[in-house]
């Protein structure tokens, strides 16, 4: 999700995208550690959202 679309939504669509991404990436770890992932660059994607959403959050308050 690019950050002009986190930008234009409120503090719970972007909670709710918090925890939903760290789920995603938990899985990923998960994954990745069975041998599933073929996509290991899903996981740096994540990371990089989850980033964006934190510091949303930390400037909105």
């Given at each position: ?40 660059r899903e996981i740096r ?17």
């Open positions: 999700m690019k950050i002009a679309e986190l930008r234009q939504r409120n503090k719970e669509d972007l909670a709710k995208n918090l925890s939903e991404d760290r789920e995603k990436l938990r899985q990923l770890r998960f994954d990745l550690a069975a041998g599933k992932v073929k996509n290991v994607k994540i990371k990089k959202e989850i980033a964006q959403i934190l510091t949303l959050l930390e400037v909105n308050k």
